[in-house]
Each structure stands twice: as structure tokens, then as C-alpha cells.
């Protein structure tokens, strides 16, 4: 069930191109007002007023303090050079998972969590037709640790104008392999994780999940589809039944190897909206768990903020190993 995206004027939004980094900076002034961790008045819980009358199993909703809009006002700053601004154009949405307050993705049945796919594949395919829509990320920031201040469990839905620079880094490499090898690379990294074994985590017919040969995170499992797809659209009845069993697999060991619901980051990579990328990328879901060892979490600090250097203080294999074994 999706409710209608309400128009949003902020008092300020804009987005503003930062010349040296050579990217766009989604810039609005009125999300202070989030709202902070409460049970009592839960606004995603069923009766809430923010919650639409009626039966529903997921929920999509406009995020209440969009940074992206439908309708979006004029830059307020001036455009010289070397800045450039242009409208918020997009959308941000809420996917609220069940009417369940406490069921997350590890515990919910299969079943379920394919109905989520479900949602998100439709607003895929809604945004898809939206020709200043260039990018649509699906994620799920979980846990106080986060960022995150509603813990009823949800996912959300950015409607991009522009391809964001990690998408727009790994469309580049992935385009330049596919012209070297004439195949794509990330079915060369499926074969290579089949074929090496150690650092898988979980398996089906049609995923494998495991962490990378040279991971961003400790715990960064990535979950790929075995067959070339690019898109969610592009997955088929098995595949997406597959691909929520994965989900539910990744998250309920890491949930189960630390003893407590690991906070993180989910984020799905797939090609942008005018889908002619499906050559040479390749659909996946990457994991950013928050911590590194029960009681220690992972912060991003000088060298990765800095200089955009991953340094990994473990080996990739046992970690592996421990989600793999977990259960
Ligand atoms: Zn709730
Ligand atoms: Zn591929
Ligand atoms: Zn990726």
C-alpha cells in the first residue's frame, strides 16, 4: 500500500554542487525538529496519526522532513563560479516494514520481508517513468548507534536527480572492466567468491553472501545475485524470494553472532533509472554493521574520511567464518 507523496516547501532546500569533490550536497534547513526514540507514541505504530486507516502489511510513506520534494522551491543562493545550485528535486519515502513494532528483517518471515521487495521494486518502477529522477537508493539505517529516532522497523527510499558518486564510481569501474574483459565484473567477483569459498557467509539458488576480498567494514557482508541482473525490476519470482531469504539470513547472524540487534546500515546498489546500464552493473546489497567487536564500535575516522582509505584490522576470512558458523 503506498500513501499519496504529499508536496513539501521547506524554508529552505537546495541542492549545491561542491567543485572539488565534484558532487552534489543536499542541503535543507528544517530537519532539526526529527523526532526522538519513543515507545509510547510510536508514529509508525498502527492508530497513529501519521498512519492512514486500514489493513496494510507495508507501508510507504513521505518522509516527514523530506530533503528531496516533488516540489521543490528555487535555490535561494546565486550561482557563481565555481558553486553551482539547483532545485531538491525527488522524493524521500519511508517504508514502513510491518505493522509490527518489533519485528526487524531478521526475525520476519521470508514471506514478508518479499512483500518489502515487492514495495520497493513498485517505487522503482514509479520513478523509473520520471524522467528528473536519475537514481533510486533503497536503504535501511537500524539502530540508535545510527542516527536512526523512530526503532519501529523501516526502511526508506531516496529519489535521486543526480547518480550518486559511490553508484557513479562503481558504474565507471564496472563499464571499463566490461569493455577489458567483454564480461561483467561483479559475475567475475561471484565466481571468484564460489570458487574461493572462504569468505562466504550464506548461500541459495540464486544469491551468495559473503564478505569482500577487500571489505569496507568489519562485518561488510555483500549479497549478490548469482544470474547478471541489474535492477530490482529485473529480479524474477525466485530470485526475489531468494533475495529476502538472504537478507533475513545476513542480519539474523550478525544479530545472533553479537547477541544483540547490530546496528547498520543496508544499502541496495542497482542501475540507475533509465536502466541502459544493464550490460556491465551488476545488482547487490551491501551491509555497514556499526560495530567490530561485541562491546567496540567501528568509527570512520582521518584516513577514511580523509582520504577515502579503508584499513581493515582483521582478516576478512575468519570474520566470514564467524558469521558463517554463527548458526
Ligand atoms: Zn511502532
Ligand atoms: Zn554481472
Ligand atoms: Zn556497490
Not at 498512519?51 to 535555490?75: A, C, H, Q, Y
Not at 539547483?86 to 509490527?100: F, R
Request: proline share 8%; glycine share 4%; charged share 25%.
Amino acid at each position: 500500500m503506498i500513501y499519496p507523496i504529499r508536496p513539501c516547501v521547506h524554508l529552505y532546500m537546495e541542492l549545491r554542487w561542491n567543485p572539488v569533490a565534484a558532487e552534489w550536497v543536499v542541503v535543507s534547513a528544517k530537519r532539526k525538529e526529527r523526532p526522538i526514540l519513543e515507545r509510547e507514541s510510536c508514529p509508525f505504530c498502527p492508530g497513529s496519526s501519521e498512519i492512514p486507516d486500514g489493513d496494510w502489511d507495508v507501508l510507504v510513506l513521505e518522509n516527514k522532513f523530506p530533503s528531496l520534494t516533488m516540489e521543490p522551491p528555487e535555490p535561494d543562493q546565486e550561482a557563481m563560479l565555481p558553486y553551482k545550485v539547483k532545485p531538491s528535486y525527488g522524493a524521500c519515502l519511508v517504508v514502513i516494514y510491518s505493522p509490527d513494532h518489533s519485528l526487524h528483517l531478521g526475525r520476519m518471515p521470508t514471506s514478508h520481508i518479499e512483500k518489502i521487495v515487492g514495495a520497493w521494486s513498485g517505487l522503482m518502477e514509479r520513478f523509473s517513468s520520471d524522467t528528473k529522477v536519475k537514481y533510486v537508493l533503497v536503504f535501511e539505517n537500524r539502530g540508535k548507534e545510527m542516527g536512526v529516532t523512530i526503532e519501529h522497523p523501516h526502511g526508506q527510499v531516496y529519489a535521486f536527480p543526480f547518480i550518486p558518486p559511490i553508484i557513479r564510481r562503481e558504474m565507471e569501474v564496472s563499464r571499463h572492466y566490461f569493455t577489458e574483459h567483454k564480461c561483467c565484473l561483479f559475475c567475475d567477483v561471484v565466481k571468484a567468491e564460489i570458487s574461493a569459498r572462504s569468505r562466504l557467509v550464506y548461500q541459495n539458488r540464486s544469491f551468495i553472501s559473503f564478505i569482500p576480498f577487500a571489505p569496507k567494514m568489519p562485518y561488510g557482508v555483500s549479497i549478490y545475485p548469482r544470474r547478471h541482473v541489474a535492477d530490482l525490476l529485473g529480479l524474477n519470482a525466485v530470485e526475489r524470494h531468494d533475495l529476502s531469504e538472504s537478507i533475513r539470513q545476513v542480519v539474523a547472524r550478525l544479530d545472533d553472532l553479537f547477541k544483540r540487534e547490530m546496528p547498520y546500515s543496508m544499502v541496495l546498489h542497482q542501475q540507475p533509472t533509465d536502466r541502459s546500464s544493464s550490460d556491465f552493473y551488476h545488482f547487490h546489497v551491501e551491509f555497514f554493521p556499526k560495530y567490530r567487536e561485541r562491546d567496540k564500535l567501528k568509527f570512520l575516522a582521518g584516513v577514511e574520511l580523509g582520504a577515502g582509505t579503508v584499513t581493515y584490522d582483521y582478516l576478512p576470512e575468519e570474520k566470514a567464518a564467524e558469521l558463517r558458523e554463527v548458526r
